[in-house]
């Protein structure tokens, strides 16, 4: 086969898990070769919180939190349970025992990290879990230390600098003291003062992405933009290489060691989100961003690669923009006291505090049933006095800006409301009247809302007895529709330990990898903690581009 280009490692997108192959194996001493379909690098990774969900790291415990592979063990299995290969006994333990290495590998490298700490685990009262959570992301960055890079790099949030254990505190800078400094701190000294002296600090996905990208550059490692992977190349068995379409020609580069495909899941093609995950489902509800059509997935089927988990998404309540389009995953706009979720029988079936991957299992559940798609999010007035929305801050301005959107339904009564927004108005009011109780108790009795750690991670200290339920009793009235949103699909190719592409036989595909959302997650269908999307990514990244090493005969180990 005659190629018009060379690399040892090629790899297919420039989230986390691309970054993180790249930096292993030009660490090992091999040249990688990273592309990217779009204009712009980073992926769903720089868009994201930047966190990961890595059990028994060094980070977490220099802050004075334990954590044993045993405990984490234990919990994972406790969350994940059987769901066939994709999260295999072996799967588990590589993720759990490289994963705290990745870390320190890294750290070593130069990359600051912080521990999340207080940000929970999602199921913190089932064996081996974590109330203070074991989430690290990275420290709060000088994006400009990349220079004109800064400008290639995918961004959602950089004129705020956050950490995702400040997220919560910001949401209730109106109620708390601890909330109201924090904004002081966050716009004042984090965002505005560095600009003075020349820098700008950055958190969340962009701490992470920028910070990989600096290392990578640093080790000279090549980027091809608006690059996608046409076809993957096989001779004699083994992936050989791919055809890349660059600058508008079609271009065979050879990949000597392996073709690690790294590239997002199918969330923006609707064709394969109908065929394997059924209706109603919305590309237009996905947070993914617009190159992750699923092309490399389709191809590595193509050439024998078995897949799965192919109907499953990191799930989660969405609104929409109705002028724009433009889809906003919900975290603590649902969390929050003073509201509720119902279907179109008025009734509530979610804790609407819990793990947006629950909510968006029991809102396509639900729907089986009665409409529930979309579903409706209730609020009296103090939920709109008290915590932003969104972008919209709270009060009166807020509020008109998103009835003028149209994203908002106002009413003076939960009747009236029902009646503007298609909703059962006896259903409403019954839910009302017993949600209500619960809020003057203290005790949800239907979905167990505020019972956990998690649940208050985004909550209001100031409403008791319990800081998730708040009465949804004082005019006017507003509903917002909730879809079945996602932060990216989770299905893809089936990997082993080593992040190796597997045939339905179980027989390895020689010279392909896969790691992050084109492959299937080692997390089943569930989400154990926050950055059990990105620790998985980043693991199998490292794990990945070790293993090409070795293959290679490279001595050299990652410093």
């Not at 705020?160 to 708390?176: C, G, I, Q």
């Not at 379409?245 to 590239?263: L, P």
């Not at 193509?302 to 433009?326: H, K, Y």
């Not at 009646?419 to 259903?427: L, N, S, T």
């Amino acid at each position: 086969m005659k190629f018009e280009h060379s690399t040892d490692v090629l790899i297919i997108g420039s989230g986390a898990a691309a970054m993180t192959t790249a930096l292993t194996v030009a660490e090992r001493g091999l040249k990688p070769l990273v592309v990217e379909s779009t204009a712009m690098l980073g992926g769903n990774s720089a868009i994201s919180g930047g966190g990961l969900w890595i059990p028994n790291n060094h980070v977490m415990k220099r802050e004075g939190q334990t954590d044993s592979y045993e405990e984490a063990r234990r919990y994972l299995d406790a969350c994940v349970g059987e769901v066939g290969p994709a999260s295999s006994s072996k799967r588990r333990e590589a993720f759990l025992t490289r994963g705290p290495e990745m870390v320190k590998w890294l750290e070593d490298l130069g990359f600051k990290w912080v521990f999340a700490k207080g940000y929970s685990d999602y199921y913190p009262e089932r064996a081996g879990g974590k109330p203070n959570g074991r989430g690290i992301e990275g420290k709060k960055y000088d994006i400009k230390r990349i220079g004109s890079w800064a400008d290639k790099l995918r961004f959602a949030v950089r004129a705020l600098p956050l950490y995702t254990s400040e997220v919560n505190k910001m949401a209730v800078s109106f109620r708390t003291f601890k909330g109201f400094f924090t904004a002081a701190r966050v716009v004042g000294l984090e965002a505005t003062f560095p600009r003075l002296v020349g820098k700008q600090l950055v958190g969340l996905g962009n701490s992470l992405m920028g910070q990989l990208l600096e290392l990578a550059l640093a080790r000279n490692v090549e980027f091809w933009l608006e690059s996608p992977m046409i076809e993957l190349l096989v001779e004699k068995s083994r992936v050989v290489g791919a055809v890349v379409k660059r600058e508008g020609k079609s271009v065979t580069v050879e990949a000597k060691h392996g073709v690690m495909v790294a590239s997002g899941g199918f969330e923006k093609n609707a064709a394969m989100r109908k065929k394997y995950q059924g209706e109603p489902v919305g590309a237009e509800w996905t947070s993914g961003t617009e190159g992750n059509l699923g092309h490399p997935i389709q191809q590595a089927k193509q050439i024998g690669a078995a897949l799965a988990l192919m109907d499953d998404a990191w799930w989660g309540p969405t609104m929409v923009n109705p002028q724009t389009g433009a889809p906003q995953f919900m975290l603590q706009e649902r969390s929050l006291p003073f509201c509720f979720i119902v279907a179109k029988d008025g009734k509530r079936f979610m804790n609407e505090s819990e793990s947006y991957v629950d909510a968006g299992h029991h809102q396509y559940e639900r729907n089986k049933k009665v409409q529930a798609i979309p579903a409706w999010q209730i609020m009296d007035s103090r939920h709109r006095e008290y915590y932003p929305f969104g972008m919209a801050m709270p009060g009166k301005g807020g509020t008109r800006k998103l009835l003028e959107l149209g994203m908002f339904v106002e009413a003076q009564t939960l009747t009236e409301l029902a009646e503007k927004i298609g909703v059962d108005p006896k259903g409403l009011t019954d839910t009302a009247t017993r949600f209500n109780v619960f809020a003057k108790n203290g005790k949800d009795l239907d979905f167990q809302r505020g019972d956990s750690a998690y649940d208050r991670v985004y909550s209001d200290p100031r409403v008791k007895p319990n800081p998730n339920l708040g009465a949804v009793e004082k005019a006017p009235f507003y509903a917002v529709k909730v879809f079945p949103g996602d932060l990216g699909t989770k299905g893809g190719i089936l990997t082993d330990e080593f992040a190796r592409a597997l045939r339905e036989d179980g027989s390895v595909i020689e010279g392909l990898y896969a790691a992050g959302n084109c492959s299937a997650s080692v997390m089943g269908r569930t989400y154990p903690g926050p950055g059990s999307t990105l620790g998985p990514a980043t693991t199998f990244g490292f794990i990945g581009g070790n293993h090409i090493a070795d293959k290679a005969g490279v001595v050299k180990k990652a410093a």
